[in-house]
């Protein structure tokens, strides 16, 4: 067995594989950690990935991990690319299988205290207008032509048809919709697996989750994001479902078959890759952002049915209630962005692998209601501790491409969760914290258990130290429905 790559700290958040740590790199990679999280990579395999990522044609800087850095197919999730436009590369690796997975967050007028005796009977109802759990399906299906219109028209589809309110929009990243998006470059197999499923959680680590707002860190910045302390509030994180997968799947097999046809050979497969400018590359762009409008839409729709379950629950309306959209921010993406690099301003397309964007104020690409303010950065945690608002920095364009990590990240994989956990101890120390979880499956508990995931206030701790994010809100759960 190959000895560790040896992780040189730069200051107390960074720490670099040096290029010629590893056969083939490029240029450095970077991780951002410290030392009470390196305990759970310092033998990952996730840090011999993130040196086969600087192995990259055309990769720019360096290859970056987040502080929820854990092992996944290609890139390590957490992981953050950048590629220069005329010998770069796009690789689905660095993108993910679930494309688009993405947090939104809901705010309401209620209280604590106003939803906590009818806890259990909203968890059930969001639980019944919600579909979760592997293959969950949500109903209708969508007809050929209807599936055309989710793919290119994102959540703005839903809202056309009365499913949200247009201030929805502007609160999401793209405004929930990507251009360049194709259809016909969606398999009839993508197709088909997504057409009952708009408006569904699925299973893993997605899950909606009742949240109150337990301390406010920048006053400033939760009053432009219209959050309170001890305000309720309802996460929810789910992607492109088995469409996005099957895009994945698609792609990568003609990617990885079309390296093999002319000999190429990458330091791992699973990094399979076509140059940008390549028609595979361009296909592939297209589907992707296909796949990430149907995620927009599945986030849209489920944001309908958790109106429709408080509505039910409190006997009064949305709009009443208060319930409106803060922000829908994406991972697993990756965008054409303008950064000023080591050697100037250029124009780069930017894998975000279990990584989001965390643009600060006045970049163009922050919706122009929190322009003034910076973007909303949402960072959950697991189901048993907190999740957390943030705000993007200046200083995240100049260290991480303008990134973030997406959440806890895992300690454990969900086998050895499964294997370590049990499903009765976890619920009865979920009900002691006041916690109500509903799921469809006991799997989906002990593989999601608080204990597979890592310290969520050092992996924020780490965040804000290394200049990505600013704290704003810290939030604890009180009902969860999980797959």
């Known amino acids: 067995m190959a000895a560790p790559l040896r ?6 958040f960074t720490y670099d594989i040096e290029v010629d740590a590893a056969r083939g ?5 970077r991780l951002f950690s410290s030392p009470a999280l390196l305990g759970d990579v310092a033998h990952d395999p996730a840090i011999d990935q993130l040196a086969n990522v600087a192995t990259l044609p055309g990769i720019v800087e360096r290859a970056l991990a987040m502080p929820d850095i854990h092992f996944g197919y290609g890139f390590p999730v957490g992981g953050v690319a950048a590629f220069d436009l005329n010998d770069g590369i796009v690789s689905p690796g660095g993108i993910g299988y679930d494309i688009n997975c993405g947090v939104r967050l809901l705010r309401t007028r209620l209280t604590e205290t106003e939803v906590r005796p009818k806890l259990a009977e909203l968890t059930e ?14 109903g209708s299906l969508l007809r050929e032509s209807e599936m055309d219109e989710v793919l290119v028209g994102g959540a703005r589809w839903l809202v056309e048809k009365g499913g949200g309110t247009p201030t929805d929009l502007t609160v999401q990243e793209e405004n929930g919709c990507l251009a360049g998006a194709d259809p016909q470059r969606v398999s009839p197999e993508a197709r088909k697996r997504g057409s009952r499923q708009l408006g569904t959680l699925g299973s893993g680590n997605h899950f909606l989750e009742v949240q109150k707002v337990d301390q406010l860190f920048d006053p400033a910045s939760a009053e432009a994001f219209g959050l309170e302390e001890r305000q309720v509030v309802v996460m929810l994180h789910t992607g492109s479902r088995g469409l996005g997968h099957q895009v994945a799947t698609d792609y990568i097999r003609k990617m990885d078959l079309d390296l093999l046809q002319r000999g190429v050979k990458l330091v791992d497969r699973q990094l399979c890759c076509a140059p940008i400018s390549s028609d595979g590359a361009q296909e592939y762009l297209a589907a992707m952002a296909a796949a990430a409008n149907f995620a927009w839409a599945n986030r849209q729709a489920i944001t309908a049915g958790v109106r429709r379950a408080f509505e039910g629950t409190f006997g009064r309306s949305a709009d009443d209630l208060g319930i409106e959209v803060v922000y829908d921010i994406a991972h697993n993406m990756a965008k054409f962005e303008s950064h000023v690099t080591e050697s100037g301003p250029r124009r780069l397309l930017v894998h975000r692998k279990g990584a989001t964007r965390a643009f600060p104020a006045g970049r163009d690409e922050v919706s122009e209601v929190y322009r003034s303010s910076g973007q909303p950065v949402l960072i959950p945690g697991d189901m048993g501790t907190a999740s957390y608002v943030l705000v993007g920095l200046p200083t995240s364009m100049i260290r991480s491409f303008g990134s973030s990590c997406h959440g806890a990240g895992r300690r ?9 956990f049990r499903f ?10 006041g916690i109500v979880v509903r799921s469809s499956s006991r799997e989906g508990v002990t593989e999601e258990a608080p204990g597979a995931y890592k310290d969520i206030e050092e992996v924020v701790r780490v965040a804000e130290g290394a200049g990505l994010t600013r704290r704003v809100a810290r939030l604890t759960p009180m009902g969860v429905v999980k797959g």
Request: no cysteine.
């Open 125 to 138: 109802q969001l639980y019944r207008a919600v579909p979760a759990g592997v293959g969950s399906k949500a």
């Open 25 to 29: 790199m490029r240029v450095p990679g």
């Open 424 to 433: 009765d101890d976890v619920t009865r120390s979920l009900r002691g914290r």
């Open 412 to 420: 454990l994989s969900r086998s050895a969760a499964a294997r370590t």
């Open 7 to 12: 992780l040189v700290p730069r200051d107390e």
